[in-house]
């Protein structure tokens, strides 16, 4: 069974980088077929995509995001990590780490799963 | 970046109630959809993707529908445990955007 554990510092303050960590197990961040993902909800909204790894190194970011926002893997601890520079009170929200699986057939046709694993969420402030 | 169009927003129902969810893309994403449930407090579910196809272990009573521009969620008979938020999410490109939401309550 697939589980993926967000961890961070909890708040922030304005201007400052927001950094958490998703911790897999039952799956391995250094093999393909899965994006390693981070969503994120404000208090009380909808859900936003922020961007994707893949074991290659390979990411995209949402562009509402890009400038700000980095995906990083450490294969060592099977962990993928997010980080967003400067931020303000709009990036307060609910965290959270999720996998995207997919693959592809024999004839290079490509098959999404969907967002079918996803961490518990971590709730990241920030204020000053 | 394509943009979701979920509708309503909000729903009341009742125990035993057919209820549908739409999501309009605003470009074709052919299947490109998934469908999620939410509960307070608690991380999305997957319930079904590419447009139609089931999660395993999700009840029967959802159902997805719908190519192109136009999808729906429909849940034939609601249960208690379906009272939650529903988003859509489109997987045809990049970025993923996700529907707004409709929140199915008594």
């Known amino acids: 069974q697939v589980q993926l554990q967000e961890s961070g510092p909890g708040p922030v303050k304005p201007s400052e980088t927001l950094s958490l960590t998703c911790t897999v197990s039952g799956d391995s961040v250094s093999s393909g077929g899965s994006y390693w993902s981070w969503i994120r909800q404000p208090p009380g909204k909808g859900l936003e995509w922020i961007g994707y790894i893949y074991y290659s190194g390979s990411t995209n970011y949402n562009p509402s995001l890009k400038s700000r926002v980095s995906i990083s893997l450490d294969t060592s601890k099977n962990q993928f990590s997010l980080k967003v520079t400067s931020v303000t009170a709009a990036d307060t929200a609910v965290y959270y780490c999720?996998?995207?699986?997919?693959?592809?057939?024999?004839?290079?046709?490509?098959?999404?799963?969907?967002?079918?694993?996803w961490g518990h969420g971590t709730t990241v402030t920030v204020s000053s | 970046a394509i943009q979701m169009t979920q509708y309503p927003s909000s729903l009341s129902a009742s125990v035993g109630d057919r209820v549908s969810i739409t999501c309009r893309a605003s470009q074709a994403i052919r299947n490109g959809l998934s469908w999620y449930q939410q509960k307070p407090g608690k991380a999305p579910k997957l319930l079904i993707y590419a447009a139609s196809t089931l999660q395993s272990g999700v009840p029967s009573r959802f159902s997805g529908s719908g190519s192109g521009t136009d999808f729906t969620l429909t849940i034939s008979s609601l249960r208690p445990e379906d009272f939650a938020t529903y988003y859509c999410?489109?997987?045809?490109?990049?970025?993923?955007?996700f529907g707004q939401g409709t929140k199915v309550e008594v």
């Open positions: 999410l489109h997987d045809f490109n990049y970025p993923r955007t």
């Open positions: 999720a996998r995207e699986a997919f693959h592809f057939d024999s004839s290079g046709y490509y098959y999404y799963y969907g967002v079918d694993v």
